[in-house]
């Protein structure tokens, strides 16, 4: 056996690398990435996160432009601004709500814009 490959229990004929196993990133790194996926993992969040990426929007208008009442959009507001995936600011009465500008906000949009081109053609001809 060559000390440069550890030992595996199954030997499929394909060295394992060691530095494949020394180069991946902790585990934490992963939960760390998993709790943002978990952000986004609901259909209504998501759709509410892309909305923010385009405009800076009120609970009330959100809810009209998502077809949901406002206490609905009010909780996935919370959860979206909590994971730091929006921000708020006020304005007299009313709270308006924007993606933040982050380097994490715009890598996500733009994964999003680009799955649902892959994934989602409009069958109205509106899209490729």
């Not at 892309?50 to 405009?55: A, F, G, I, M």
């Not at 959860?79 to 730091?84: R, W």
Request: hydrophobic share 30%; net charge negative; aromatic share 8%.
């Amino acid at each position: 056996m060559n000390d440069n490959y550890p030992s595996l229990p199954h030997d499929h004929g394909q060295p394992f690398e060691k530095d494949v196993k020394n180069h991946m990133p902790p585990q934490q790194s992963f939960a760390t990435l998993a709790e943002i996926y978990k952000e986004l993992g609901d259909e209504s969040r998501l759709r509410i996160f892309y909305l923010l990426c385009h405009v800076e929007e009120c609970v009330i208008n959100i809810s009209s432009m998502v077809d949901m009442s406002s206490p609905a959009v009010s909780h996935h507001l919370r959860q979206l601004k909590s994971g730091g995936l929006i921000t708020s600011r006020r304005s007299g009465k009313e709270v308006y709500y924007k993606a933040s500008d982050t380097d994490k906000t715009r890598l996500l949009h733009s994964m999003i814009e680009a799955m649902m081109e892959i994934a989602c053609p409009w069958e109205d001809g509106n899209q490729k």
